[in-house]
């Protein structure tokens, strides 16, 4: 028998679940409390080689790839992480990053200086040591300016490392430099790299510089069971071939530091620096900016106030010159 309307009440009617479930959605995302830090050392197309436990006997590398949650977010060498999952390091595991920490600093590029899109090299280094050789490649100072630039940008000290001084003198290289008081160390090709040692002790460098320049050599002799490639330079060219294909982090022999070493480069683009940043280095030169020179100044012109600031003994010619030398860096073609 066919029950009719007032039969029914609230009992009898039924609620039909959406298409996607009738649970609630949520961007809260897990705080992941629980997670090892880690540091990273290598990427290699998608999967990031990461030390846990660093400093430890229980130290150990994890291989791992990239939580969805991180987004667009990358991650580079040199970053402090937060790994979930396996972090055994036993072979064929595999963690997942869940959390990039705030970077202490960021080593930066462009492709050149029209570029937009900035690339990050390495993250949280605290030393930037610009590799060059006195001969065979000749030096080239716009590149050492550019990587100075580079430096300053990224609140990073600066070493001016000289290598095969065999082969050429060192002096007038250190006298164009010495303005800035930018240290520096000088090697040869037949000798340990003691001088530079003592400059990397107890900080996390990077070395950076065009190829040819002996990085992987001095890498090599540093770290002993590194086994970086060594190429050498072009007859022709005058130019080094890239034998380190990315950049690695390696612990110094008694874990009395890391370096990172970083593919040669033949560009270095500083789109992204604003002329501010690299003044802020200059503590003698600074002051008188802020003092004398008029809004948006570019430190080239010639109304800048630093020439008056100088002219006063405030700060000497040779710096002021140095300093405008790197910022006309940024204005012209990249090597």
């Not at 010159?321 to 940024?330: E, F, H, K, V």
Request: proline share 7%; with cysteine.
């Amino acid at each position: 028998m066919a029950r009719r309307t007032g039969d029914y009440d609230e009992d009898d009617v039924r609620v039909r679940p959406g298409r996607r479930g009738s649970r609630p959605r949520t961007r809260r995302r897990p705080a992941h409390e629980d997670a090892s830090p880690g540091f990273v050392i290598a990427v290699d197309r998608g999967r990031y080689r990461c030390v846990v436990d660093r400093g430890t006997a229980d130290e150990r590398g994890v291989t791992a790839m990239r939580a969805r949650e991180l987004g667009r977010k990358g991650v580079v060498v040199g970053d402090r992480v937060a790994l979930v999952g396996d972090v055994s390091g036993a072979p064929d595991t595999l963690a997942r990053i869940v959390r990039v920490e705030p970077r202490t600093s960021s080593l930066r590029r462009t492709a050149d200086d029209t570029d937009p899109f900035e690339r990050i090299v390495v993250a949280n280094a605290d030393q930037l040591v610009i590799v060059t050789a006195l001969a065979d490649p000749e030096p080239r100072p716009r590149m050492i300016d550019r990587q100075l630039v580079a430096a300053y940008d990224a609140g990073m000290d600066p070493l001016l490392c000289l290598t095969k001084a065999d082969l050429g003198d060192p002096a007038d290289l250190i006298a164009e430099y010495a303005p800035l008081g930018v240290p520096y160390a000088v090697t040869r090709r037949d000798g340990d790299p003691d001088g530079l040692r003592r400059h990397l002790t107890g900080r996390t460098s990077v070395l950076v510089g065009h190829s040819g320049v002996g990085k992987s050599t001095l890498v090599n002799a540093l770290v002993p069971d590194a086994e970086r490639a060594v190429s050498h330079v072009n007859a022709v060219t005058g130019r080094g071939r890239h034998t380190s294909s990315s950049a690695i982090a390696l612990e110094l022999p008694g874990g009395d530091g890391w370096i990172i070493d970083t593919p040669g480069v033949r560009s270095f683009g500083l789109a992204h620096v604003e002329p501010g940043h690299v003044i802020a280095a200059f503590e003698d030169l600074a002051e008188g900016a802020a003092e004398r020179c008029p809004p948006h100044c570019d430190h080239l012109q010639d109304s800048c106030g630093l020439d008056g600031w100088v002219d006063d003994g405030h700060a000497s010619r040779a710096r002021l010159d140095s300093l405008r030398r790197l910022l006309a860096s940024r204005e012209g073609e990249p090597e």
